[in-house]
């Protein structure tokens, strides 16, 4: 399996602008994550999806954030309107349901967003 | 969440091993004990977890108190590549809280 995929690695955007963040899980993976970390907060939660139903949102920031999971194999993050202080790397993680707490989670390489 | 206290920053040789502690005093019962590593410019890495019992894989070892209020992680031979920030998380349900980690620093 190639892993956690995200797309785009890197992206440049003017502050107003819509921005899309794109995950595909490890297949087979029930959980789904997204995180963001910046050097002021570290790594945060911001959503957590079990069989492609968000469960926990309470990590997101505010209105203009929103993240959707249409099947087991694809998920975005979308920021509308964008705003400098939402530059960070966002990462987005899945894991198997089966083994509980005790699983491993795994990671993407990351989306570095730059909202100039 | 339950917390979890780490150094800063650690240094090592390559090649020696490096012990990595990691204080939990308000363990629960059920909460296992993960250590993740992020390499510059990369997501975040499992490396081990654990609940009760010392735990070997191929990247490192786990070693946890008995009273499972501390823990250890072992990187038995320290590489360059082993170079990262090292994250001890409890985890008692979907959630993985990353702290501060400890940042290792190997030296040639």
């Known amino acids: 399996d190639a892993g956690v995929i995200q797309s785009p690695r890197h992206e440049v955007t003017e502050m107003g602008q819509e921005v899309t963040l794109r995950c595909k899980p490890i297949s087979g993976h029930n959980s789904l994550f997204w995180y963001r970390q910046t050097m002021m907060r570290g790594l945060e939660l911001l959503i957590y999806f079990n069989n492609n139903v968000p469960i926990d949102d309470s990590g997101m920031p505010e209105d203009r954030f929103s993240a959707k999971m249409p099947n087991a194999s694809f998920s975005t993050l979308k920021i509308q309107p964008s705003e400098p202080r939402d530059s960070a790397v966002y990462f987005c993680?899945?894991?198997?349901?089966?083994?509980?707490?005790?699983?491993?989670?795994?990671f993407g390489q990351g989306t570095r967003l730059t909202v100039v | 969440d339950a917390k979890t206290t780490q150094p800063n920053s650690m240094e090592s040789n390559e090649e020696e091993p490096v012990h990595l502690p990691c204080n939990h005093s308000t363990i629960s019962g059920t909460d296992y004990i993960h250590w993740y590593r992020q390499l510059p410019s990369q997501g975040p890495e499992y490396v081990i977890h654990?609940?009760?019992s010392n735990v070997n894989n191929r990247m490192a070892s786990l070693a946890i108190a008995e009273d499972r209020k501390s823990s250890t992680l072992i990187l038995h031979r320290a590489t360059l590549r082993d170079a990262a920030v090292y994250y001890c998380?409890?985890?008692?349900?979907?959630?993985?809280?990353f702290g501060a980690g400890t940042t290792v620093t190997v030296r040639a």
């Open positions: 654990g609940l009760t």
């Open positions: 993680a899945s894991s198997p349901s089966t083994g509980g707490w005790g699983t491993e989670a795994f």
């Open positions: 998380i409890l985890r008692a349900d979907y959630k993985l809280s």
